[in-house]
Every structure is written in structure tokens, then in C-alpha cells.
């Protein structure tokens, strides 16, 4: 074979991968949109007002006849759906990396998670059982959806890239929820001039997600290849899965102990994403606009936040950056926790302080993950990554659900968090992570 056919061969290759990845980029655009203005701005808050509706005299709603305070449900519901995230995702990491077949199942996870959402249209009155329902489907479907997108990396990104295409995969994501969000705040506000009620108008914002969803997920699905099976055989069972997934992971324990930091960490991040809004409205008294224009803070900021930490990665690796991150989450909460009521401009410094470190903290835990994930079996490994990912986190908001229930104090509960970040950085700190690529089989890169 003749030098200009390899220079051939080879270009064709890197156009390729350049055309996987700017349709990757697209799945984070298709699905953040629900991450943002469902989970983050509107439901929280919304879920509440739907279970405070259906309350009894004492102030209670009895979900399978347990008593539990409206302003715990939609944490609640949120841990319930990482129950059921924990049966599926391993089942369907390990047929994806036994078939290879990822582009079906990444359909049917996204289509299930937009068809949920699109029917949260139909949660309004007392239906707050309705409104847990959905949440639970479509968080679960999203953490099936995300794990398959992000056990792509591997596979489109050298890893000299992963850190840069990472990044601009979380700001393609920030960049949707901003666009998205401005629409809503323009329906929201003005919602009289569209002929809609202000509940109407939240649920025709959170159906709209859905449907941005399912429309937008097209193009990763048309530019996106499924590679060759590593193995041909039938998946095991769910939890047999999930057994069988760790104990492989057992014989990597550097890359156990990187999973384990990172999943109490975002446990720490994902709760705060799904929390805030309803801190914001429940306990600092702020209006449903104020807390959508500071949501938009955050997404434009965290766009630049993104980028500008995969650069610093470039210089002192993703490891430090990642723990420079923790020590500004640890921060910010502390603020959270001595903010007036009703003072919006101070709810704004601290959302643009999250927006700064909310993507890069994110996608560099993702690339610096890709590295230590054995060869062939990505989308296995992401299903145990992408249990704490994205909002689906359950203990923590768990433990923020249950310190409110006992103290009946919003500060109470956001302060908790904080054990998240302490401890996330003491066990990130301690992973060696140049020895841990080494030793899953993968080329060490000059700066990590």
C-alpha cells in the first residue's frame, strides 16, 4: 500500500471522527434542556406546589401511604429514580458493549425520557403522584441515555482530545439550556399576552423540553456509528450485571477509587442543580422569574466556565483543576447558606459563581474518566459512572429531603451538602492518576 493511499486513509479517518463528534455534541444539546428547565428551574418548585395542593390537614402527603412534607417529594422522587436508573443502566451498558449495537438503545432511552416529559403537559391540579411518576421515568431514561452518549468518548476522542471535546460537549449542553431558558422567561413573564395561565404556562415549558428532546437527538443518531461487539453473548440480568460490572472493576481498583471520589462529589453537584430552585422559592422568597434569569446566569456562564477549565487542564491536568473546583463548590455553599431573603442580587453573584465551575468540574471528571476505563468496555463503566451523574444522584438528595423533613429548614439541608465536597476532595486527591491509566491499558497522556 502506497504512502498517499495511508495519508488518505488516515484523513478520511480523522473527517470522520470529526463528524462523530460535532453530532456527539448534539445529544448534550438535545438532552441538557431538561436537565435545565425541567430539573433545575421548573419542577422542583412546581412538584411542590402540585403536593402542598394535595397535603392534609396536617401538612402531609401519604405517596404508598407514608407520610412525607410537599417540600420532600420531588427529592424523594429524584433518589427513586436512581433505584430504578441502578437495574437498568447496567443491563444495558453490558448489551451495548457486547453487541455494539449503542445507536438503537440510545434511541429508545431518549425517546422514553421525551415522551415522560412531554407529558408532564398534564400534570396540574392535585396530581402530584402523576408528577412523581414522570420525574422518575424520565430522570432513569436520562441516565440510560447519558451513559450510552458518554461511553462514545473513548471511541471519538485520542486521548490527547477527550479533555477539549469533553468540554465543548458540556457547552454545547449549557448553550441549549441559556437558548431555551430566554424563551421560557419571555413565555413566563408575559404569559397573560399568550393567552396562558402562570401554571399553563410552566407546563407548556416543561412539555417544550421534551419535545427539544426528541427533535434534536436526530442528529447524533444519524452521525454516530456503532463499532464492532467485543464478545457475542447474551446480557445477564440486572443486578447480576451490576454484580459482575464491579467485580470486574475490582481488579482495577485505581480506577474503583477515581469512581468512587467522583460519585460523592456530584452527588454534592447534582443535588445542588436539583435543589436550588427550590431553596431559591422556598426559603429566600424569590419569584419564579428571578430564579429562571439566574438559571440563565448560570448556563452562560458555565459555557465560558467549560472552556476556560479544559485550558487550565492544559496546564496543571485535569486532576488539580478538578480539585481547585471542589474547594470553590465548598465555598459557594457556604455563602448559599448566609444569604438574605429576598435579596436577588446576592442570589445572582452566587449563581455566576456556580456557572464558573458547574461544566468544567463535570466534563473534566468525564475525560479524566475515559482514560482509566478499559478497552472495550466503555459503555459497562459509564453505566456505574453515570449512576451520581446529571441529577440523578440519590443520596444526596436524600439526605437534603430528609434534613429538611427533620428540621423543617431549607439552610439546614443545602449546608449539609458540603460533606460532599470535603470528602470528594480528600479521596480525589489521594488517586494516582498517571498509574491508574497505566494500569486499565491505556496511554498515559503528557499532562493529567
Known sequence: MGTDTLRTDAADDTAGLRREQRGWYFYDWACSVYSTSVVTVFLGPYLTAVAERAADAD?????????????????????????LAVVV???????????????????????????????????????????????????????????????YLPQIAPPEERDAVSSRGWAFGYAAGSTVL?????????????GLTETAAVRVCLASAGL??????????????DRHARVERASAAGLRQLTATVRDMRRHPLTLAFLL???????????????????????????????????????????????????LARTYGAQRTILGSLVAWTLTLA????????????????????????????????????????????????????????GMSWLGPLLFGMTYQLTGSYRSAIISLVAFFVIGFVL???????????????????KI
Open 59 to 83: 401538612g402531609y402527603v401519604h405517596p404508598l401511604g407514608v407520610p412525607v412534607r410537599p417540600g420532600s417529594f420531588f427529592a424523594y422522587s429524584v433518589s427513586l429514580s436512581v433505584i
Open 89 to 151: 443502566m447496567p443491563v444495558v451498558g453490558g448489551v451495548a458493549d457486547r453487541t455494539g449495537r449503542k445507536k438503537p438503545l440510545l434511541a429508545a432511552a431518549a425517546y422514553t425520557g421525551a415522551a415522560a416529559t412531554t407529558g408532564m403537559f398534564f400534570l396540574d391540579g392535585d396530581r402530584y403522584l402523576l408528577g412523581g411518576a414522570l420525574l422518575v421515568v424520565a430522570n432513569a431514561a436520562q441516565s440510560v441515555g447519558m451513559m450510552l452518549y458518554n461511553s
Open 182 to 194: 430566554v424563551a421560557n422567561l419571555v413565555l413566563y413573564s408575559a404569559h397573560d399576552s399568550f
Open 212 to 225: 427539544w428532546w426528541g427533535a434534536f437527538t436526530l442528529v447524533p443518531l444519524r452521525r454516530l456509528r
Open 261 to 311: 471520589a467522583y460519585l460523592i462529589y456530584n452527588d454534592g453537584i447534582q443535588t445542588v442543580i436539583t435543589q436550588a430552585s427550590v431553596y431559591g422559592s422556598q426559603e429566600l422568597g424569590l419569584g419564579q422569574s428571578t430564579l429562571i434569569m439566574a438559571v440563565l446566569l448560570v448556563q452562560v456562564l458555565a459555557v465560558a466556565g467549560a472552556l476556560a477549565m479544559g485550558r
Open 335 to 390: 455563602a448559599g447558606y448566609f444569604l438574605p431573603a429576598k435579596a436577588p442580587v446576592f442570589f445572582f453573584v452566587l449563581a455566576g459563581g456556580i456557572g464558573l465551575v458547574l461544566g468544567g468540574s463535570q466534563a473534566l471528571s468525564r475525560s479524566l474518566f475515559s482514560h482509566l476505563v478499559p478497552p472495550g468496555k466503555e459503555a459497562e463503566y459509564f453505566s456505574a459512572y453515570e449512576l451520581s451523574d446529571r
Open 428 to 446: 480525589l486527591a489521594r488517586v494516582p492518576v498517571r498509574r491508574a491509566i497505566g494500569e486499565a491499558g491505556n496511554p498515559v497522556p503528557g
